[in-house]
């Protein structure tokens, strides 16, 4: 099972490797032996070039793809062992996605949306479940617009709800692959500060691919990927809170 160790990283992979195509001619390794750890609490910046692998990273860290070779422990739990349905179980209740496009679903009202998680993972919504998904949702703004359905939404908006559904099961740690790439200024400040809001109250961990620099300066640490490799990770002066 997992361990909660408040010193041990909350992730740590050793020379990951990984290749696509394997034992095709057109095989590719795209990540060539990633090292990197994230403590708890940790908030980050992930860029680099587009093809750079920064989504393959990402998915193999939020346990959607396996890794080629190479070691990932997840809070000091070596997934490599485990199989598809342990995998599964793993990922709904230690990780929360935000992905560019918000996959809500469209015939599902706000609030259905955010609970879906919890569904997923039990085959029901709890009591507690249910009023956690609505204060989640009156936290990121949308009070008055849970029983909307996805199309009703701004997609400031919508990608709010697929904020509140990444947390309504409280993971250690949020990936977020482009949350804002679809979005216009002023929504992707919105994010970021709810992030980072979200963040300071629940010292949740994050790990956010952008290509905005601006955005990239607002977080506490910068992973920069290039062709592959780590290039440059660095902590960010001055970052987070006193930037907003
Ligand atoms: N499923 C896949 N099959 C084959 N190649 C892939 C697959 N996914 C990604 N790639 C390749 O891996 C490299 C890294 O892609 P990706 O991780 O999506 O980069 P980024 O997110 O930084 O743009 C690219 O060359 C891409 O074409
Ligand atoms: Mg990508």
Redesign the pocket.
């Known amino acids: 099972m997992t361990t909660a160790n408040a010193s041990q990283p909350l992730i740590a992979l050793a020379e990951v490797r990984k290749s696509?195509?394997v034992g095709q001619p057109?095989e590719?390794e795209?990540l060539h032996g990633v090292t990197l750890q994230v403590m708890r609490g940790e908030f980050i910046a992930l860029m680099?070039?587009?093809?750079?692998?920064?989504?393959?990273?990402?998915?193999i860290v939020g346990l959607l793809e396996r890794s080629t070779s190479g070691c990932y422990r997840l809070q000091g739990q070596e997934v490599q062992a485990l199989d598809d349905r342990e995998l599964t179980m793993l990922r709904r209740t230690t990780l929360g996605f935000v992905f560019q496009f918000h996959h809500l679903l469209p015939a599902f009202t706000a609030l259905e949306n955010v609970t879906l998680p919890a569904l997923m993972t039990e085959g029901r919504v709890s009591a507690p479940q249910l009023a956690r998904a609505r204060e989640l949702l009156d936290a990121v703004g949308l009070a008055n617009a849970m029983a909307k359905r996805p199309s009703e939404l701004s997609g400031g908006m919508q990608q709010r709800v697929a904020i509140a559904r990444a947390l309504v099961q409280d993971p250690p740690l949020v990936l977020a692959?482009e949350p804002t790439g679809n979005l216009d200024t002023a929504s992707s400040n919105e994010v970021l500060a709810l992030l980072r809001k979200i963040h300071a109250e629940r010292g949740t961990a994050f790990i956010v691919?952008t290509h905005d620099s601006r955005l990239a300066a607002r977080c506490d640490r910068l992973v920069e990927?290039v062709d592959?490799r780590i290039h440059q990770d660095k902590a960010i002066a001055a970052a987070g809170a006193a930037a907003l």
Do not use: E, F, I, Q
Request: charged share 10%; no cysteine; glycine share 20%.
């Open positions: 696509y195509n057109n590719a795209v680099g070039p587009s093809g750079s692998g920064k989504s393959t990273l990402l998915n692959d691919v990927l592959g």
